[in-house]
C-alpha cells in the first residue's frame, strides 16, 4: 500500500512549481481564450450593428418610396374619377343625338343608304316629319345578324344618330303621340 499512496501523491501536489506553472499556463489560456471570444463577439457585434444600420436605411428609403406612391396612388384616383366624369358627361352628351328604332324590316345584304332611306321613309309614313339624309350622322342595326334560315319579322333595331337634338326631340314628340 505505501506504493500506492506514493504514486498518488507524485501525480498531484509533489512539485508546488509545477502545479503553479500548470495553473498560469491555464490562468494564460483561460485569458487568451477570453480575449479571442471578446474580439469575436465584439466583431460579431458591429457586423450586427452595420447589418442593422443597413436595414434600417434600406427601410426608411421604403417608406418614403411608400409615402411617395401612396401620394400618386392618391392623385391618380382623383384624375380617373374625373375622367369618369367627364367621360359620363360625353356618353350622355352623344346620346341625346340617338333614336332607337324598333320594327322596320331588315334586307338581307343592307347598305347604310338603303338603311337610312327605310328611316326616312318610315318616319315621313308614320309621323308625318320631313327627314333629310344630311340629318343623319350615322345608322346601324344593333344586335347580332339574323342568318337567312331564321325569321324575325321586323329585324333588328336600328339606332340613328341625327345631327340635330332637336330634330331628335321631334321626332320623340311625334312618335309619342297617339
Known amino acids: 500500500m505505501p506504493t500506492e499512496s506514493r504514486a498518488r501523491s507524485n501525480t498531484k501536489g509533489d512539485n508546488p512549481s509545477t502545479d503553479f506553472n500548470l495553473k498560469e499556463a491555464m490562468d494564460e489560456?483561460?485569458?487568451?481564450?477570453?480575449?479571442?471570444m471578446?474580439?469575436?463577439h465584439k466583431e460579431?457585434?458591429?457586423?450586427?450593428?452595420?447589418?442593422?444600420?443597413?436595414i434600417n436605411d434600406k427601410l426608411e428609403n421604403v417608406t418614403g418610396r411608400m409615402a411617395e406612391i401612396e401620394k400618386e396612388n392618391s392623385y391618380l384616383r382623383k384624375r380617373l374619377q374625373q375622367?369618369?366624369?367627364?367621360?359620363e358627361n360625353s356618353d350622355q352628351n352623344s346620346r341625346k343625338y340617338n333614336l332607337i328604332i324598333y320594327g322596320?324590316?331588315?334586307e338581307f345584304e343592307e347598305n347604310s343608304t338603303q338603311r337610312e332611306e327605310v328611316i326616312i321613309d318610315f318616319i315621313a309614313t308614320n309621323l308625318k316629319l320631313t327627314l333629310a339624309e344630311n340629318e343623319i350622322d350615322k345608322s346601324y342595326r344593333l344586335g347580332k345578324r339574323?342568318?337567312?334560315?331564321?325569321?324575325?319579322?321586323?329585324g333588328r333595331p336600328i339606332l340613328v344618330r341625327l345631327i340635330s337634338q332637336k330634330k331628335r326631340n321631334s321626332i320623340l314628340i311625334e312618335g309619342k303621340k297617339p
Do not use: F, H, P, Y
Open 29 to 36: 489560456l483561460k485569458a487568451g481564450i477570453l480575449l479571442e
Open 83 to 87: 375622367i369618369e366624369e367627364i367621360n
Open 146 to 154: 339574323i342568318t337567312s334560315g331564321s325569321q324575325n319579322q321586323g
Open 44 to 54: 460579431t457585434l458591429t457586423v450586427m450593428d452595420n447589418r442593422l444600420l443597413e
Open 38 to 40: 471578446k474580439a469575436q
Open 104 to 106: 322596320l324590316k331588315e
